[in-house]
Nanobody
């Protein structure tokens, strides 16, 4: 499945931004969708994940420590678009943000740590000014 991110841009510190991840012509039913980010000179970081397969051992959502309490991942009722609502943004949130999708093969934590997803988007730039 091909995934496409959108919604990036420039925002002031303390502001909010919502990213979207869609799979044109497909739905995310049965998939886990992860959000990752990579800042210049830094390693890729897994920040949030949502699974449409309910009853998972570690729940249906995952958040990295750096975004917990500020970011929220959700999916629309049609399971066609995944959103990443980002609040209280900080300059250190500046990065290229990617979404990725795969059929769940492990706990969400494990999948995010491995960052081993079948499908990746091209990324969208988020810049947070001081």
């Amino acid at each position: 499945v091909q995934v496409v991110e959108s919604g990036g841009g420039l925002v002031q510190a303390g502001g909010s931004l919502t990213l979207s991840c869609a799979a044109p012509g497909f739905t995310f039913d049965g998939y886990a969708i992860g959000w990752f980010r990579q800042a210049p000179g830094k390693e890729r970081e897994g920040i949030a994940c949502i699974s449409t397969v309910y009853g998972a051992i570690d729940g249906n959502t995952y958040y990295g420590d750096s975004v917990k309490g500020r970011f929220t991942v959700s999916i629309d009722n049609a399971k066609k678009t995944v959103y990443l609502q980002m609040n209280s943004l900080k300059p250190e949130d500046t990065a290229v943000y990617y979404c990725a999708a795969d059929l769940p093969y492990d706990t969400l934590l494990a999948m995010m740590k491995r960052a081993d997803f079948d499908s990746w988007g091209q990324g969208t730039q988020v810049t947070v000014s001081p």
